[in-house]
């Protein structure tokens, strides 16, 4: 199970860290994954990190304004979000994958957290 939180209504140019907690399986068995679905549009993908932490890929749309992170003693992936643009409102979702890391094929999701940024 995966349950994300950390979303919440901000201005542009703030940060957010959105958290997502994993429990009922091995947590550092899995890539960990984040992405993100704006109204009206298609799921997409976010960031993704490896089993270890040691590897990370982004969207080209946050790279260098979002990191993602996990803490395995904690069964916890992160998202950390800074200057934050209104297009980034979207509701966010983590998943998990049996591979080392993907940008594109998961096997478990969580719930969303929403992410609202204003202008």
């Known amino acids: 199970q995966l349950q994300a939180s950390g979303g919440g209504l901000v201005q542009a140019g703030a940060s957010l860290r959105l958290s997502c907690a994993a429990s009922g399986r091995t947590f550092s068995n899995y890539g960990m994954g984040w992405f993100r679905q704006a109204p009206g549009k298609e799921r997409e993908f976010v960031a993704t990190?490896?089993?270890?932490?040691?590897?990370?890929n982004y969207a080209d749309s946050v790279k260098g304004r979002f990191t993602i992170s996990r803490d395995n003693a904690k069964n916890t992936v992160y998202l950390q979000m800074n200057s934050l643009k209104p297009e980034d409102t979207a509701v966010y979702y983590c998943a998990a994958t049996w591979r080392r890391y993907s940008s594109t094929s998961y096997d478990y999701w969580g719930q969303g957290t929403l992410v609202t940024v204003s202008s």
């Open positions: 990190i490896s089993r270890g932490g040691d590897s990370t």
